[in-house]
């Protein structure tokens, strides 16, 4: 075969390369800057090395914050992915009900996450919240600004009223295209309903329920917004996710150092269980 | 094991049926023998999947009922109803070894281990999976995942009936003999009543005793396959089976005999037809003789298929065509004739019996 060879096509992808250069690879190289770098200001920068990384690898306030997410991202998750299978097995297969739940589901993600956190601080507050009023009018001591615990169970709730949808709809979306032929072959084949889910509707989920978890484990991993309007991470520090705690090391001391170096490991961490998680069940797809 | 009537069974996916073109199947009264093999035949969208649906209980129908062996089965589910059905693409749980999928019907039904494991085995050996028992299902060709679910259909040996919906549209062609064959074989060996849905005519000729014709929603014809070549009782019967299908001309009555644009044929017998219904002869290729005297055709082409010829010719104007003898030549100025036991009268495309 006689290929005419012209690299000129690569000029093509340069804009792109520009773009992404400027907008991703650009910022994320001073976040590296700053990780290895002291200032007392007029521009002037000392070398530091891995000291910043050491400091924040050997810093109690870190290894809390780590710990806050890691239970707050495992919590959601464990009542986010069952509860959204559950939901969409729940849903009718067609009809006009059909339509009527998917727009349902569909509402909670449309609200932006400092929306969802300012109703959510309201809806809950002790005194005039609907939420908050009812429990206490019940009998059950509930105020999310002074009890760790209160705080914690509401910050839980509103995710799981926020993002359980999203679950549901991919959930829903994979069990629609599974062929009918596979329940009428179990019907001829006397499963059960437990047989049905556990060996047609769960395999045949299981990639949509792979994008799910990496979503949403992303997501809560990285959540900022919704816990900082709803709390600001108290009472305490008892909320402080690492979203929160980097934004107050880096804004609110200026620390740039520990907050670069915080970020980067935050960065990486995100990067390793998504890649763990991902070959790990991909792994799984090849046997 | 079971006998099965079909009483005044219709069944439209419509709410509210009104004419008969609301209808998928149009009402039917039919009894399949116990331990017959039947082959529902017909063109696509004709309603063999439905009235297979309808047996095996995954579809109610609107009106008329379902019996096995003289018991109504109309309102009960598949699964209470004790038959196999085999799907036209394969339907395997992934997760399960290859054991495990055929084994899951009986364990479901709470059959004891020991005998779950014999019958396993036993289909594994009719159908070459014996190798592969231990392997995962998911991995597998769509032959090998097909042949596991015609397994599952077999596996139990107490059912009413094997329910197949063309079951070896992905098998290879090669593999289909094959597999058809250990059908016979196990149809024979555990005497299952079995109905076989397919749209290939080889298929359902060589797998059923009885060849169940449907078209455009009822059952056209059952019967035989020599039935089915012989007398065929509607034209599309004719028309479908035999490979060329039956020429179809219109003629007018005259008694006992026939007339055909300008010529004449005689008929074995007279048949009584209404004013106004369309009539017409039918004649299989395979009935018509070139011969020195009788009616002139002109001759178009003529195709060797190998074992035979046939000659694509005119007859009055209108394509006919004939089977002959691989040795046989076809003279320029052909003429021919008809063999009486070949020649089908048909009013409005049902068969007419011819009076003696």
């Given at each position: 075969?006689?290929?005419?060879?012209?690299?000129?096509?690569?000029?093509?992808?340069?804009?792109?390369?520009?773009i992404v250069a400027m907008n991703a690879v650009v910022p994320l190289m001073t976040v590296v800057n700053y990780s290895v770098q002291d200032t007392f200001g007029n521009n002037v920068f000392f070398f530091e090395g891995a000291r910043w990384f050491r400091e924040v690898l050997e810093s109690e306030r870190f290894h809390n914050a780590l710990f806050r997410q890691f239970s707050y991202t495992f919590i959601i998750l464990a009542i986010e992915i069952p509860l959204g299978?559950?939901?969409?097995?729940?849903?009718?297969?067609?009809?006009?009900?059909?339509?009527?739940?998917?727009?349902?589901?569909?509402?909670?993600?449309?609200?932006?996450?400092?929306?969802?956190?300012?109703?959510?601080?309201?809806?809950?507050?002790?005194?005039?919240?609907?939420?908050?009023?009812?429990?206490?009018?019940?009998?059950?001591?509930?105020?999310?600004?002074?009890?760790?615990?209160?705080?914690?169970?509401?910050?839980?709730?509103?995710?799981?009223?926020?993002?359980?949808?999203l679950v549901v709809l991919l959930a829903y979306a994979g069990l629609r295209s599974i062929d009918d032929a596979y329940y009428q072959a179990a019907r001829i084949d006397a499963a059960s309903r437990w047989s049905v889910f556990r060996y047609i509707q769960l395999p045949k989920l299981k990639h949509v329920l792979t994008i799910a978890f990496l979503l949403r484990f992303m997501d809560s991993f990285m959540i900022y917004t919704e816990p900082f309007v709803l709390t600001g991470g108290g009472p305490g520090n008892s909320t402080t996710l690492l979203s929160i705690d980097l934004v107050k090391a880096g804004l609110g001391e200026f620390n740039l150092g520990i907050a670069a170096s915080m970020s980067i490991i935050y960065f990486l961490m995100t990067l390793l269980v998504c890649w763990l998680f991902y070959t790990l069940t991909m792994q799984g797809e090849k046997e | 094991m079971a006998r099965i009537d079909l009483s005044n069974l219709a069944h439209s996916y419509l709410p509210n049926p009104k004419s008969d073109n609301d209808y998928a199947l149009t009402r039917m009264n039919h009894t399949w023998d116990d331990g017959g093999a039947y082959a529902l035949l017909g063109p696509s969208g004709c309603g063999k999947t439905t009235l297979l649906n309808i047996i095996s209980g995954l579809l109610r129908p609107s009106e008329g009922q379902v019996l096995f062996d003289g018991k109504d089965m109309t309102d009960l589910q598949p699964q209470d109803r004790n038959i196999a059905q085999v799907f036209q693409f394969p339907v395997i749980y992934d997760t399960m070894t290859v054991y495990d999928n055929l084994a899951f019907p009986l364990r479901n039904r709470h059959v004891p281990e020991a005998e779950v494991d014999a019958r396993v085995r036993e289909i594994a050996s009719h159908l070459d999976l014996n190798d592969a028992l231990m392997t995962r299902a998911r991995g597998l060709t769509a032959d090998a995942k097909q042949t596991i679910s015609l397994g599952r259909g077999l596996v139990r040996n107490d059912v009413n009936a094997i329910l197949f919906d063309e079951p070896l549209t992905v098998i290879d062609p090669h593999m289909k003999w094959h597999l058809r064959s250990k059908l016979k074989l196990l149809h024979r060996q555990f005497e299952h009543t079995m109905v076989y849905v397919t749209h290939d005519q080889t298929e359902a000729l060589t797998f059923a005793d009885k060849v169940v014709v449907m078209y455009d929603g009822q059952i056209v014809q059952l019967g035989t396959p020599e039935e089915l070549f012989i007398k065929p009782s509607h034209t599309f019967v004719g028309y479908f089976i035999g490979s060329p299908g039956m020429n179809v001309m219109p003629i007018e009555l005259d008694g006992a005999s026939a007339k055909l644009g300008g010529q004449t044929v005689s008929l074995p017998g007279a048949a009584k037809v209404k004013a106004g219904d369309k009539v017409e002869l039918g004649v299989r290729p395979e009935f018509i003789r070139l011969d020195a005297k009788g009616m002139p055709v002109t001759v178009n082409k003529v195709e060797d298929v190998g074992r035979q010829k046939i000659v694509r010719a005119q007859l009055e104007g209108r394509n006919i065509a004939i089977v002959i003898g691989e040795d046989e030549s076809v003279p320029t100025d052909a003429k021919i004739a008809f063999d009486p036991k070949g020649i089908n009268v048909y009013a409005n495309d049902w068969r007419v019996e011819l009076g003696a």
């Open positions: 075969m006689n290929k005419t060879w012209n690299n000129k096509a690569w000029f093509m992808v340069l804009p792109v390369l520009l299978v559950g939901i969409a097995l729940a849903m009718p297969r067609s009809g006009v009900w059909a339509s009527v739940c998917l727009v349902l589901m569909a509402l909670p993600l449309l609200i932006p996450w400092n929306v969802v956190g300012a109703m959510w601080n309201i809806f809950a507050l002790p005194d005039i919240g609907l939420l908050g009023y009812t429990i206490n009018a019940m009998g059950i001591d509930y105020n999310f600004t002074s009890q760790p615990i209160s705080a914690w169970i509401t910050m839980v709730l509103m995710d799981v009223w926020h993002w359980t949808s | -």
